[in-house]
């Protein structure tokens, strides 16, 4: 391939490559005919990229950033579990339901990044919501502290026990109860696993409108209870707009059946969105109702090579633009996050998607019902952001297996990272102009330390996730980062938290980052849902 510098005309290549390569210059642009269509679309894919395995997280990760600093809050005056508790506790969900066994609990007890560590001796796993019921209503009379636990991969500890709380696990309740192929509405337990509920649509035809890195674990109710966003929040929004209803069960035992399935429904306050991002501290979600689009008919993803940040704005601006309704992703990482990638993928793979290194790298997917349409707008959104300068290189994946290939580039950047040493994560929204800046920011901050720092994240919804990898754990790298990070952030008018909540990680920090009515309100919600305070405690609040 000839280096793009070196061009004096518009040029593409449709030779025997494993990727369509895309250079330029402007000199002859308007000279060059279009390639036949097969060679710019995938759509003979079609939808198979969203259908991608995922594997379990945390399998293949070395290590992540240990040293967690000491829990906010003191023990709380909850009860301990005596045998009698165990007694009640196995009438509820029988034996198979119980797990006391140290080995089983160890994986319970701590978050995949291996920063937080609880003390629990019993977890809980209910098989339906009269059982959760149950439960949490003797817990209740007890004040025996609760935690409800998905697939336990966060990033804040918000599913680990601080103390010695109970685990309520909900991986048994897995059913999926409903499916409109009229409407497009999911029902199904909070137990489901992402990757699970997005196979069953694809044979429908329809795909669950969040996908995550950690869909191969992660469960509907954990991805409820933390709003979690993911790779296409640009085209599908968040879960507060997907969900249309909810089952959840409240500290006492009481079962909230807001279990809904109507787009519209005006009647009073619509109380399932407090359950939406409320990180359980409010109750526990039992089942879901979901409205799920359909699956594209046709895919394209492609990968450009771009000079600075601001020129990745003006890449997502054009896209928006050009691209219209058939935008269904567009992600950016810098050059140190793809060179992770490079060097530490587990089980290796990952090779250089372009000729040259680049500053910073876009990836954007698209997806719609009619090929040639989609073709149509892509040709357009290349010929604009090349022929104004805004991409050195690119290339634009032929078929499942290449789109694959340029998704990894983008989703293997935090298991990189944990084979490369411990990794501080950072999960912040920030207004678009400024998302960059805190990244070279901690770079100046941290160039006397053996640290590397890189950002990458969800162009569309400003989530950016700035990531620092060290040899091990280093109390001054951390110390250097917080409360920076969150304090930059909030005077940015950022987000201290853009898609994993709040949890154990920062708590501390919340008061200094909300207005005291809003906290204050909080505070009356959470007293008006959960009196005696046994769910999820510690987390969210100090």
């Known amino acids: 391939l000839i280096p793009l510098s070196s061009l004096t005309s518009f040029r593409l290549s449709f030779s025997d490559m494993p990727l369509l390569t895309i250079t330029f210059s402007f000199f002859f642009f308007l000279m060059i005919r279009r390639p036949p269509r097969s060679t710019l679309s995938s759509s003979s894919a079609a939808s198979d990229v969203y259908k991608r395995q995922v594997p379990p997280m945390a399998v293949a990760v070395r290590g992540f950033a240990g040293g967690a600093p000491p829990p906010s809050s003191p023990r709380g005056e909850y009860a301990t579990l005596q045998p009698e508790d165990h007694a009640v506790f196995r009438q509820i969900v029988g034996e198979g339901g119980l797990v006391t066994d140290s080995s089983v609990l160890g994986p319970m007890n701590r978050d995949w990044m291996g920063r937080w560590t609880g003390e629990s001796t019993l977890a809980i796993k209910p098989a339906s ?24 991969t966060g990033l804040v500890g918000g599913s680990i026990p601080v103390y010695d709380e109970v685990i309520m696990s909900l991986g048994r309740m897995n059913q999926i109860l409903e ?25 429908q035809g329809y795909m669950m409108p969040l996908d995550l890195g950690a869909k191969g674990s992660c469960q509907i109710g954990g991805n409820a209870s933390t709003n979690a966003g993911g790779l296409r929040y640009i085209r599908y929004g968040s879960l507060h707009g997907n969900i249309l209803g909810l089952e959840a069960v409240l500290a006492d035992g009481t079962v909230l059946d807001c279990l809904n399935t109507l787009r519209k429904d005006n009647t009073g306050y619509d109380l399932k969105q407090l359950f939406i991002g409320g990180e359980g501290t409010l109750g526990v979600i039992t089942k879901l109702a979901i409205l799920v689009p359909r699956r594209p008919a046709a895919v394209n993803v492609s990968l450009f090579g771009v000079a600075d940040f601001e020129a990745v704005q003006r890449v997502f601006v054009e896209a928006r633009v050009k691209l219209g309704e058939i935008l269904s992703a567009i992600e950016f990482l810098d050059q140190r996050a793809l060179q992770m990638v490079m060097e530490h993928t587990p089980g290796g793979g990952a090779r250089q998607p372009l000729d040259s290194e680049h500053p910073f790298y876009v990836l954007v997917e698209t997806g719609g019902s009619n090929p040639e349409h989609d073709t149509d707008k892509l040709d357009d959104f290349l010929m604009d952001v090349m022929g104004s300068e805004l991409v050195d290189d690119g290339v634009v994946a032929q078929d499942e297996t290449q789109m694959a290939e340029l998704w990894q580039l983008r989703e293997g950047v935090g298991p990189a990272c944990g084979q490369a040493g411990l990794v501080y994560k950072y999960d912040i929204s920030l207004p678009i102009s400024k998302m ?10 941290l160039a006397g330390h053996d640290a590397q720092v890189m950002g990458y994240g969800h162009l569309g919804d400003s989530n950016l996730h700035l990531n620092v990898t060290v040899p091990s754990h280093d109390a001054a790298v951390l110390g250097n980062l917080e409360p920076f990070v969150f304090d930059w952030t909030h005077k940015a008018n950022g987000s201290i938290s853009a898609e994993h909540g709040v949890g154990q990680c920062k708590n501390r920090y919340l008061p200094g980052v909300k207005p005291k009515a809003v906290l204050d309100l909080m505070h009356r919600t959470k007293r008006m849902y959960d009196p005696n305070a046994i769910l999820n405690p510690y987390k969210l609040f100090v």
Do not use: K, M, W
Request: glycine share 10%.
């Open 129 to 152: 919501t009269e059982e959760v019921a149950g439960v949490l209503a003797h817990c209740n009379s007890r004040r025996l502290a609760v935690v409800p636990q998905g697939g336990n």
């Open 436 to 445: 960059y800046e805190i990244v070279e920011l901690t770079r100046e901050r």
């Open 179 to 203: 499916f409109d192929d009229v409407s497009g509405i999911l029902t199904c337990e909070a137990g489901c696993v992402l990757q699970n509920l997005d196979q069953f649509l694809a044979g």
